[in-house]
């Protein structure tokens, strides 16, 4: 098993919610930033949600208000809390991390899926 493994898609109805869970391992993971990108079929990665060691947060604007990115350091995981799905929001879902500050030591999961549909 890799550093970095997501989980916590699956196929939801528009308005649904899903929390995604991002399970590190073998890393200080307190000393790690955590994102979350996205990629629809046809579409380029895009980055969702990012959370710093000192838990600054940042979104994109299309899920600013519906997703929530938060980090559990004793737990050595990060989440994407997401609200409101639309099917839109369809798309394989990626957590990244990297070392704060430098940003050496870049890791990447295996991504899960999440789909949005009636």
């Known amino acids: 098993q890799g550093p970095v493994v997501e989980s916590g898609g699956g196929l939801v109805q528009p308005g649904g919610s899903l929390r995604l869970s991002c399970v590190t391992s073998?890393?200080?993971?307190?000393?790690?930033?955590i994102a979350w990108y996205r990629q629809a079929p046809g579409d380029q990665r895009e980055l969702v949600a990012a959370?710093?060691?000192?838990?600054?947060?940042e979104y994109e604007a299309s899920v600013k208000g519906r997703f929530t990115i938060s980090r559990d350091n004793a737990k050595k995981t990060g989440y994407l809390q997401m609200n409101s799905l639309t099917p839109e929001d369809t798309a394989v879902y990626y957590c990244?991390?990297?070392?704060?500050?430098?940003?050496?030591?870049?890791?990447w999961g295996q991504g899960t899926q999440v789909t949005v549909s009636s």
């Open positions: 990244r991390t990297n070392l704060g500050r430098s940003g050496k030591y870049i890791y």
């Open positions: 073998g890393i200080s993971f307190s000393l790690y930033d």
């Open positions: 959370i710093t060691v000192d838990s600054n947060t």
